[in-house]
C-alpha cells in the first residue's frame, strides 16, 4: 500500500493542473489545531529543523480562478494572503536528509495537519492554510558520480555511470561534477550558473539532447522516494513497476516525495551548433517556418535539437562529435531553403559552431543567443502548448495549415517559440518506453508555445485577459492535431480534456490506479 487514507491530509493549492487532476488535492473537513507542545515536540525530534512560515503569494487567486477548470473547490486559494495577516500559523520543515521526510509523513498521519507537497521550485502559493505544513527540500543538495551503478534488483540491465542528486542540488552542481568527470547529463538546456534546483530534471524534462539520446526522464535509472505513509522506497524498471510508471511524466512529488534521483551519465559528447537570425516580420517568419516544416521530421531523426522564434533558429546537435563539417551536409536541405528565401536579404546571419561537451557550451558566451528563445521577463507566463505530432508534416497541405496557425495569432500574444527537444524516434536499449508522458510525447518532432507576461501590479482582470490570449491562440493548433497532446509541464490553465491530453487515456487511468494504491 501506499498509504491511500494520508492524501486526506494532504493539500495541494497551486503547481501545475496535473496534480489537481491527479486527485491530489484534498481538503479536510476541518484542519486541526494543535497545542503548541505537540509542535514543540516533533520540532525537536527535527533537530530544531521545523519554521514557522511568514510566506505569501499575491498571484494565488488569478490562478485559482483559472484553475477552476479542473472541478476542485480553490476557495482556499485566497487563503494565501490572510493566513499571514490573521495570526493563524503555517510551518515548514528544513529538511536535510530523507529521516526528516519520513518523520514528517509519519507525524502527517498521526495527527492529521495538512500537508503541502510543492510543485515547483519557488515557493509561489506555497502556505495556502493556516496551521498546516509543508516540506522544503533545499538543504538536501548532495551530488555523487557513480562509476558503475546497476539498478538494485536489476540483473538484466548493464551498469552504467551515473550522477546521483538530491532534489535540493542546484543543476551548477550537477552539471560541473558531470563536467570533471567527462560525462554528460541529459537535463535542461539552462545555463550551469543558474541557481535552477535538480527539480528541473523531473519538471523541464525537455532538452536539446533529447532527439538524440532521450529527455531527462527517459535517463533516470533509479528513484528513492518516500511515499505517503512514511516508507523509503526504491524505485526502478525492476522494482516498484507502478510507481515506476508513474513518477517517469505522472507529476513532481506526485505520489509521494522523491529524495534521490540517479541518472545516466553518458560519454563526454562534443557538441555541433547553427544559428540564423532573421530580421522579424510576419513574412520572414512564415518563410522561415515553411523551411522548418519542410525539414521537420529529417532533423529530429539526425538528433537536432533547438527553438525557432521571432528572431531565427538555434539548432544543436551531439551526433556528429563537433565536427562542422558533417553537421553541415546534414543540414543541407534546410540551408537551401534558408538561402532561397533570403533573395533581398532577409537572413541577417548564420553561425557554426562547436563546443567540447555540453557543460561547456552552457558556460560559453554563444549559449547568450538562447537567451532569445527564452520566455520574456515577468513575474509569471501566461502559456499554452501544442505537441505536433509526425503524421502533420507527411502531409503538404497539413505543413501549410501548420505555418498558419503559428503565424495568425502570434499578434494578440507577447511571444510564440517552437521547441526542437522531444525525445522524436527515441527508443531505449529495453525496447518499451514505459513513462506516463502523453504517446505524443515521443510522436512529435515540434512543440509549438504561445506565451504572454505579467508584470507586477496587474490587475487581477487584466491578468485573466493575458492567459485566456494564450488559450484561444492554441486553438487552430489543437483543431490541426486531433489525438495530440500537451507536455502537461508547460501547459494551458483551461487546457480541454486536461486528462488526455496530459497523459492520454490509458496512462491516465494507471496513474489513478498507482495513487489509490
Request: aromatic share 10%; glycine share 6%.
Amino acid at each position: 500500500m501506499h498509504g491511500a487514507s494520508f492524501f486526506s491530509t494532504v493539500v495541494q493549492i497551486i503547481g501545475l493542473p496535473q496534480w489537481l487532476s491527479l486527485g491530489f488535492d484534498h481538503r479536510p473537513a476541518a484542519v486541526p489545531v494543535l497545542a503548541q507542545d505537540a509542535w514543540a515536540h516533533f520540532n525537536s525530534s527535527l533537530g530544531g529543523r521545523l519554521h514557522l512560515s511568514t510566506a505569501t503569494s499575491g498571484p494565488c487567486s488569478v490562478k485559482a480562478e483559472l484553475l477552476k477548470n479542473f472541478s476542485f473547490d480553490t476557495s482556499g486559494a485566497e487563503m494565501a494572503t490572510t493566513a499571514v495577516k490573521g495570526g493563524n500559523n503555517a510551518y515548514y520543515v528544513e529538511a536535510h536528509d530523507t529521516a526528516d521526510i519520513v518523520k514528517t509523513f509519519r507525524f502527517v498521519n498521526q495527527t492529521g495537519v495538512p500537508l503541502i507537497l510543492n510543485n515547483l521550485d519557488t515557493e509561489f502559493c506555497s502556505f495556502p492554510f493556516p496551521n498546516s505544513l509543508t516540506v522544503l527540500t533545499e538543504s538536501m543538495t548532495n551530488v555523487d558520480y557513480i562509476r558503475s551503478f546497476k539498478p538494485r534488483q536489476c540483473s538484466t540491465i548493464p551498469s552504467n555511470p551515473s550522477i546521483s542528486f538530491s532534489p535540493g542540488a542546484s543543476l551548477k552542481k550537477i552539471y560541473s561534477l558531470a563536467e570533471q568527470k567527462g560525462v554528460t547529463v541529459v537535463g535542461p538546456s539552462i545555463r550551469a550558473g543558474s541557481t535552477e534546483s535538480a527539480a528541473s530534471f523531473l519538471q523541464d524534462t525537455t532538452s536539446v539532447l533529447a532527439p538524440a539520446f532521450g529527455s531527462a526522464i527517459d535517463n533516470v535509472l533509479e528513484f528513492e522516494v518516500v511515499t505517503p505513509e512514511g516508507e523509503v522506497r526504491i524505485v526502478n524498471s525492476c522494482l516498484e513497476p507502478d510507481l515506476w510508471h508513474a513518477l517517469r511524466g505522472g507529476g513532481v512529488n506526485n505520489f509521494g516525495l522523491v529524495t534521490r534521483v540517479t541518472v545516466k551519465a553518458h560519454p563526454r559528447t562534443p557538441l555541433t551548433v547553427f544559428s540564423a537570425s532573421i530580421k522579424p516580420s510576419q513574412s520572414n517568419v512564415q518563410r522561415m517556418l515553411s523551411a522548418m516544416s519542410q525539414n521537420a521530421l529529417d532533423l529530429a531523426k539526425a538528433g537536432w535539437g533547438g527553438y525557432a522564434s521571432a528572431s531565427g533558429i538555434l539548432l544543436v546537435n551531439p551526433r556528429f562529435g563537433g565536427n562542422v563539417e558533417k553537421a553541415v551536409d546534414s543540414l543541407f536541405p534546410l540551408k537551401t531553403l534558408l538561402q532561397n528565401m533570403d533573395v533581398d536579404g532577409q537572413v541577417v546571419e548564420e553561425k557554426w559552431t562547436s563546443f567540447e561537451s555540453y557543460g561547456s557550451w552552457l558556460e560559453s558566451d554563444e549559449y547568450k543567443v538562447v537567451e532569445s528563445f527564452i520566455l520574456p521577463p515577468s513575474t509569471d507566463h501566461p502559456i499554452s502548448s501544442r505537441l505536433i505530432t509526425d503524421s502533420l508534416f507527411d502531409d503538404a497541405y497539413g505543413k501549410e495549415d501548420l505555418v498558419k496557425a503559428i503565424v495568425t495569432p502570434i499578434q494578440q500574444v507577447d511571444s510564440w517559440l517552437i521547441s526542437f527537444n522531444l525525445p522524436y524516434g527515441y527508443q531505449p536499449r529495453e525496447g518499451k518506453i514505459g513513462t506516463s508522458f502523453t504517446p505524443a510525447f515521443y510522436r512529435s518532432p515540434w512543440m509549438v508555445y504561445f506565451v504572454s507576461s505579467l508584470q507586477p501590479g496587474m490587475k487581477k482582470e487584466d491578468r485573466l485577459i493575458k492567459y485566456s490570449a494564450v488559450a484561444k491562440a492554441n486553438n487552430f493548433l489543437r483543431y490541426l492535431t486531433p489525438g495530440s497532446g500537451v507536455y502537461s509541464e508547460q501547459a494551458d490553465l483551461s487546457e480541454p480534456n486536461h486528462e488526455d491530453a496530459f497523459w492520454g487515456a490509458d496512462n491516465y487511468k494507471s496513474l489513478l490506479a498507482a495513487k489509490r494504491k
